[in-house]
């Protein structure tokens, strides 16, 4: 089943073009990294995706919903951590969290128990009547992911969800994308860490300069990149990447 069918995307901003034709399929419980060099587009797709900009011209459906035709109905099974996430620092943990869940219609009971159960499975306990503005970057990263799935949502879209954080919370973060993954949740996600691409991710999508250059599995990029069966991700990345700068 494909849950997230982008098509002929196209972004101005003025006279900047960030994206450019992009057309992506996306199916159901794949974990799909978006890699590309800085300012290739990769922000501004994921916010088209969740709806909170619009695109120039192009479509994106979720689940079969136009976002942009009715965006209420999308948002509903979407989930979206942005990068540098700004969170209500004068709120504590718990506060906030269940005014998210509120927005978010989520019931009541439903709400205590999800906030408790998130803060025990990111183990942030002991974090529930700290104020937001007081945390660590790490621990803020983890209350805007529980944020982002309080109202359970089959597609989750995360913009560098491990950018500034230490090895350990990085691990801890993709472990959780991994079993997120495994049970059903679609997932989208930016990120500059080859590696953690290449272990998490089921494809990889390439952008450059607004352009998909690149999607498949690895393999079907090494194949492209004309590199060896066992060349790592970001030998495969440079090449890919290199050859659009030499052939421009
Ligand atoms: P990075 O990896 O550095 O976060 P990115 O791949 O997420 O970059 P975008 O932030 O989507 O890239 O930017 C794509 C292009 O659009 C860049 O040229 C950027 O300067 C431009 N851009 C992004 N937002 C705006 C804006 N609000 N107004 C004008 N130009 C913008």
């Known amino acids: 089943m494909t849950d997230l069918v982008i098509e002929n995307l196209s972004k101005k901003y003025g006279d900047v073009v960030a994206l450019n034709d992009v057309s992506i399929r996306i199916g159901s419980g794949e974990v799909v990294g978006l890699l590309g060099p800085n300012g290739a587009g990769k922000s501004t797709l994921l916010k088209i995706i969740v709806g909170i900009l619009r695109p120039t011209s192009g479509s994106v459906r979720i689940d079969g919903i136009d976002i942009l035709e009715n965006p209420e109905a999308a948002k509903k099974i979407i989930g979206y951590v942005p990068e540098n996430a700004s969170l209500y620092t004068n709120l504590t943990v718990a506060e906030f969290l269940s005014f998210v869940g509120k927005i978010r219609a989520v019931p009541d009971e439903e709400l205590s128990q999800k906030i408790s159960s998130s803060l025990k499975t990111f183990d942030i306990e002991e974090k529930r009547n700290a104020l937001v503005g007081s945390l660590s970057k790490g621990t803020k990263q983890k209350v805007a992911i529980i944020a982002s799935t309080l109202h359970d949502p089959r ?57 998909i250059i690149a999607m498949g599995k690895l393999d079907s990029l090494r194949k492209l990149a004309n590199s060896n069966d066992d060349a790592r991700l970001d030998d495969v990345f440079l090449k890919l990447t290199e050859d659009i700068v030499a052939a421009s």
């Open 155 to 211: 597609f989750l879209v995360l913009d560098e969800p491990l950018s500034g954080l230490d090895p350990r919370t990085q691990r801890f973060v993709n472990q959780w994308i991994a079993s997120t993954a495994a049970n059903g949740t679609t997932i989208f996600l930016s990120t500059h860490n080859l590696d953690i691409a290449q272990e998490y991710a089921s494809k990889i999508a390439i952008i450059d300069r607004g352009k």
